[in-house]
């Protein structure tokens, strides 16, 4: 299972900020702190499992932050904070991977249960394949899938094959084949 060791929150309300981190101080995890998006592609070198972005920030939007988190291995779970975003901002900010979107006010109980739940459960497949019809054949999607879900698995792992075979619940070989570039890897 994926850690919370190291998040990485990005806010430039000073008062928001200082009471998440005051809330979040009593959690077992390294609170990164960033008040824009030069600070979070900084924040970001220090590779956190979650990356906690306001929508709206002095120099660039949680848009900007989820594709420069999108570039990592492997990539941080991904939360988007706002008082104001519009329902357009919140779906697109889906479609690059925000698990959880939460509306301001928030307290830090609930930031950190929107942490966990993205943590502990898996994102809805079926919109982002049937989005795909028309677009890619099946194998194509298939193919990416296993990419992406290999590459992350790594990158998790710190490239040890044995543990990307665990977190993937698949053999070593199927691993090692997909890895390769081999058909039939990460079927299992």
């Known amino acids: 299972m994926r ?9 430039d309300h000073e008062p928001l900020l200082a009471a998440l981190r005051r809330g979040l101080s009593l959690r077992p995890v390294e609170l990164l702190l960033a008040r824009s998006v030069a600070e979070a592609q900084v924040g970001l070198l220090s590779n956190p499992d979650a990356v906690v972005t306001d929508v709206r920030l002095p120099d660039g939007t949680a848009l ?30 889906a479609g ?7 509306a301001k006010p928030l307290s830090a109980d609930q930031l950190w249960d929107a942490l966990v739940d993205a ?11 049937a989005a795909c019809v028309g677009h890619s054949d099946i194998r194509q ?4 899938v296993r990419q992406a879900m290999l590459d992350q698995a790594l990158a998790l792992a710190g490239g040890n094959l044995t543990e990307a075979a665990r977190i993937l619940r698949v053999s070593r070989q199927a691993v090692q084949r997909q890895a390769r570039g081999r058909p039939g890897g990460v079927e299992e």
Do not use: C, N, W
């Not at 690059?96 to 939460?102: A, D």
């Open 64 to 93: 900007d932050v989820t594709r420069l988190a999108l570039q990592m291995r492997p990539v941080p779970l991904l939360v988007a904070i706002s008082g104001e975003a519009s329902p357009e901002e919140a779906f697109e900010l």
């Open 141 to 144: 999607v298939e193919g990416k």
């Open 3 to 11: 850690t919370l060791q190291r998040v990485l929150l990005v806010e």
């Open 96 to 102: 690059h991977g925000v698990r959880k979107y939460l």
């Open 119 to 129: 943590r502990d459960s898996a994102p809805p497949l079926e919109p982002l394949a």
